[in-house]
């Protein structure tokens, strides 16, 4: 599968399981992992699975690293359509209101042009007790099995 | 053979400068030097611990040290223990990092008198500091003066019930004299208009979580700002809130001008408001949390002031500032992120292009660093910290710099 991996942060704990999650794939996987702020919205390749790692900032909102991308994708609004994504969230649960509000809000603007989920979206609570790999690493694998269906093995 | 590289203070901007410097420059020999036995500076003394998943970010801290070769020498103090100047002749760069842990004074008459306390100097009593004063006797009416987050937070602590502190890791003492403070009005009072507050509006959202109070918010007034009006939108959301015993109320454009009381013991704090009247507010404790300044071990002042490039953090040839040390007492742990990942830029740039005959000694100049703390020891710490949590809490520290030390050098004593 060729995965690009692509994360939002805001005091890099993001970046640090998306480097976790490439390494676990990498043996398996073509894997390029990238920051959303060096990601353009017309980056998005229907051959590869875009696999996002995302937090949540300030009041629900997306982190600094994610803000310049999620406005050049609502100023450009391209059609997203065949694209496919994953996406998990970090967030703490003390912000109840606005818990994970920033991968939630990413996915539904990528899904607003047009671009597919792949799998559930999965979030981690830095106030529960689970380690974020613990719960990254399962999904990242099941994720790509389903993409795999979706896209294709090859691609 | 690599450059050498020192960070004075292991807080969020040494430790995020050491990640910048040593992702770009795996092969960087990196020490971060700290005056107390365990590192990570504001995150574990600062950060409220009700707040625990902000220290999140340890986690990728203890990668510095478990799989990319930073070294923690704990326990030495620069300017005391060392001398910068040593320091600088050791190593190819010198980052100071340092932070600023001194209290801001007010500077009015009477900031003297029994019951007047600083934010810094009870926040590391209540999260035990090896250095801190003990906790004072606050008495049944508090006054806090500040409007930015530090503030919220010791409002927030001094208001929680003892139920509302599970899952934190507030030591027993300070649980105790929280839960024995018999405090029955807390009154957080900021200069500026509610408007031009600093704190988040999420820090005050989330007092209408408290079970144990009733909030009231006086003359918040409006604002065009989209700001100022986030603000004002969130304490009216929560004025109003409760019907606890525990009375909070918030109050805006008030300047302190003067503390007054009997026996060398505050009693009433005097304001002056926008219209030049004077007002005073009863109190048996008054509390300020307005900044944070320079402690003087090392001289900040002087190398600020002649920096080469102040903005970028070039005091002067291998000798760099960053975080708070360099910006002054703002700012959250990502602006030291972003603070840090500029100038381990410019530092690499920097050990780029200089001319250095020969690779400094790095570590190697101070045999005498056998004794300091190494990140196995803190481990040790830590390990007997989580170990010894009580119910409801996640760790219990450990509060005084010998048992720190004893812990750390356990080893050697009884190997397993
Ligand atoms: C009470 C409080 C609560 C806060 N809460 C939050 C929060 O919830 N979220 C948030 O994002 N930010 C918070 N902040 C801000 C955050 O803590 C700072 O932005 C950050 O800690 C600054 O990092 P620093 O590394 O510059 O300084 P520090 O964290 O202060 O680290 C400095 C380190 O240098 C060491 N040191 C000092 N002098 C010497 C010396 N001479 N030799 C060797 N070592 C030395 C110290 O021991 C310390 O470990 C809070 C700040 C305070 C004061
Ligand atoms: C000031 C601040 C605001 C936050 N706001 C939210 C929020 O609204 N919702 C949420 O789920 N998490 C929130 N968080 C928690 C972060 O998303 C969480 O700590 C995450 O692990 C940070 O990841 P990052 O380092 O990649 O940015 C907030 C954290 C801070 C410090």
């Known amino acids: ?3 690009m991996l692509l994360y939002g942060t805001e005091t890099g704990n993001a970046e640090m399981l998306a480097e976790d999650i490439m390494a676990e794939l990498e043996g398996e996987h073509a894997v390029e992992c990238r920051n959303l702020s060096d990601f353009a919205p017309d980056e998005f390749d229907a051959g590869r699975l875009h696999m996002i790692v995302c937090s949540t900032y300030g009041d629900g909102e997306l982190p600094a690293s994610a803000q310049p991308f999620a406005a050049a994708l609502k100023a450009a609004s391209p059609s997203l359509s065949g694209v496919h994504f994953a996406i998990f969230g970090l967030g703490d649960s003390e912000y109840e209101e606005t818990f994970n509000f920033g991968s939630k809000g990413l996915a539904e603007l990528l899904a607003a042009h047009g671009a597919k989920q792949v799998g559930e979206r999965l979030t981690h609570d830095a106030s529960g007790s689970d380690m974020a790999e613990d719960l990254a690493f399962p999904w990242a694998a099941q994720t790509v099995a389903l993409a795999e269906e979706a896209i294709g093995e090859n691609a | 053979m690599s450059r050498a590289v020192a960070i004075v203070g292991s807080g969020p901007s040494g430790c995020y400068l050491a990640q910048a410097l040593l992702k770009a420059t795996p092969d960087l020999r990196l020490d971060l030097v700290d005056r107390l036995p365990v590192p990570y500076g504001l995150v574990r003394y600062g950060v409220a611990a009700d707040h625990q998943g902000t220290k999140g970010v340890i986690r990728q801290f203890e990668r510095l040290f478990e799989r990319q070769g930073a070294g923690f020498v704990g326990n030495v103090a620069v300017g005391e223990d060392v001398s910068l100047d040593d320091l600088r002749e050791a190593y190819d760069a010198v980052v100071l990092a340092a932070g600023l842990s001194a209290d801001q004074a007010l500077g009015i008459p009477g900031e003297e008198l029994e019951g007047v306390y600083r934010a810094g100097r009870l926040t590391r009593a209540l999260y035990e500091h090896p250095d801190a004063e003990p906790l004072p006797g606050l008495g049944r009416r508090v006054v806090i003066m500040g409007n930015g987050n530090v503030a919220i937070d010791l409002l927030r602590l001094l208001a929680k019930t003892p139920d509302e502190l599970a899952g934190s890791d507030l030591g027993p003492g300070p649980s105790a004299w929280l839960a024995a403070s018999g405090i029955e009005e807390i009154e957080i009072v900021g200069r500026s208009p509610a408007a031009a507050a600093k704190f988040d509006a999420v820090m005050i959202r989330e007092l209408a979580k408290l079970a144990g109070v009733a909030i009231r918010v006086v003359d918040a007034g409006a604002s065009d700002d989209p700001e100022g009006a986030k603000t004002i939108a969130a304490l009216e959301a929560i004025d109003g809130h409760g019907s606890g015993s525990r009375r909070i109320t918030f109050r805006f454009g008030l300047t302190p001008v003067e503390l007054a009381g009997a026996d060398g013991r505050v009693g009433e704090i005097r304001f002056v408001d926008g219209s030049g009247d004077v007002t005073s507010l009863p109190c048996s404790a008054f509390i300020t949390a307005i900044g944070f300044d320079d402690e003087g071990v090392l001289p900040r002042d002087a190398l600020l002031g002649s920096a080469a490039d102040r903005e970028a953090g ?12 360099r910006r002054g007492p703002q700012g959250t742990i990502p602006d030291n992120r972003a603070d840090a990942q500029l100038l381990a830029a410019r530092i690499l740039a920097d050990l780029e292009t200089g001319a250095a005959p020969a690779a400094k000694p790095g570590r190697d ?14 481990k040790r710490i ?21 048992a720190m030390l ?3 050098f356990q080893e050697e004593e009884c190997p397993r």
């Open chain 1, 1 to 3: 599968m060729n995965i």
């Open chain 2, 314 to 325: 070039v005091l002067a040839p291998g000798l760099y500032a960053t975080g708070w040390f």
């Open chain 2, 382 to 402: 830590d390990a007997a910290e989580i170990a010894a949590a009580p119910e409801n809490r996640c760790r219990v520290k450990i509060n005084s710099r010998d």
């Open chain 2, 365 to 378: 100049a101070f045999p005498e660093w056998a004794g300091a703390v190494g990140y196995q020891g803190w």
């Open chain 2, 406 to 408: 004893a812990l750390a």
